[in-house]
């Protein structure tokens, strides 16, 4: 996938999460990778997401650039779908970059022309699980990050848990 396509999906992830006014502001965000590693048996459900899968993926901390959206973000994008996770109100041990378990609320865009999207799919919550693996401390001006984590209710699925490495480079 080209930087311009990837770069366009983390815009994406900033500005669904701030508004259209905020989008034009610049502030950090990371692209990379994330290959999913786990899935319990009810994420079968439709063969949306298998172990060995990867993703493009972006990645948004709060890192007190002013401006920046409050609730920091993580997306996964495949060539049908963009799946979206933001921290859910403050609820994660660190509110700066959804490290630790805490709430989330998630979002499904499918890019499927073909169908109609199934509304109970556009917007879920869950519990996200992130570990910060490097650095242990996340700036503006950090270049690159790993993270492994899980999410549960993976595309509103009850009980489909997906587990996940991921890293990623700073954007421009």
């Not at 998630?106 to 869950?126: H, K």
Request: aromatic fraction near 10%; proline fraction near 4%.
């Amino acid at each position: 996938m080209s930087l311009v396509l990837r770069g366009s999906a983390a815009a994406l992830l900033c500005a669904l999460s701030v508004g259209p006014a905020a989008a034009q502001a610049s502030f950090p965000f990371w692209i990379g990778r994330a290959g999913i590693t786990a899935v319990t048996s009810q994420c079968a459900n439709g063969g949306f997401v298998a172990v060995g899968n990867v993703f493009e993926s972006s990645y948004r901390a709060k890192t007190g650039v002013a401006g920046e959206p409050s609730n920091p973000g993580i997306m996964f994008l495949n060539n049908m779908s963009a799946y979206m996770f933001f921290r859910a109100n403050n609820a994660t041990s660190n509110a700066n970059t959804m490290a630790g378990t805490g709430a989330y609320t998630g979002m499904l865009f499918r890019g499927n022309v073909t169908s109609i999207p199934n509304p109970s799919q556009q917007s879920y919550t869950g519990t996200s699980n992130l570990t910060i693996v490097t650095p242990a401390s996340i700036t503006s001006s950090t270049d690159s990050i790993v993270i492994n984590g899980s999410l549960t209710n993976w595309r509103n699925v009850t009980g489909c848990t997906v587990t996940f490495k991921a890293g990623y480079r700073k954007g421009s």
